[in-house]
């Protein structure tokens, strides 16, 4: 992890902050990350927002992972209830923790 993903993410960051007109050009040219020259000359915050924003690209990755497997209370309610409920099954508080039953 630490070799394959903070090594060069912090190398990423410290050339974004550090050497903005020396090599910072031809870096991102390797990894496929264009900026133009109006974008280099920004202050450092707007250029590594800029960098990480072509370089991760959109945020909504995690959502959309979330959406497609963590299903949801309503629909796994019988699991949830089964799994971490240690009373009685057949009171009306376990059928309540099923349906999800907020007044339960």
Known sequence: ??????????????????????????????????????????????????VCRKFFGLATGFVDMITEHIPSPAANGLNKANTLYTGDRKSPVVEDMIQCNPEG
């Open 1 to 50: 992890f630490v070799e394959f993903i903070l090594e060069p993410l912090y190398k990423l960051i410290a050339q974004t902050v550090g050497d903005v007109d020396a090599s910072l050009a031809d870096t991102l040219s390797n990894l496929d990350i264009f900026i133009s020259k109006t974008e280099l000359k920004d202050n450092i915050p707007s250029l590594l927002r800029n």
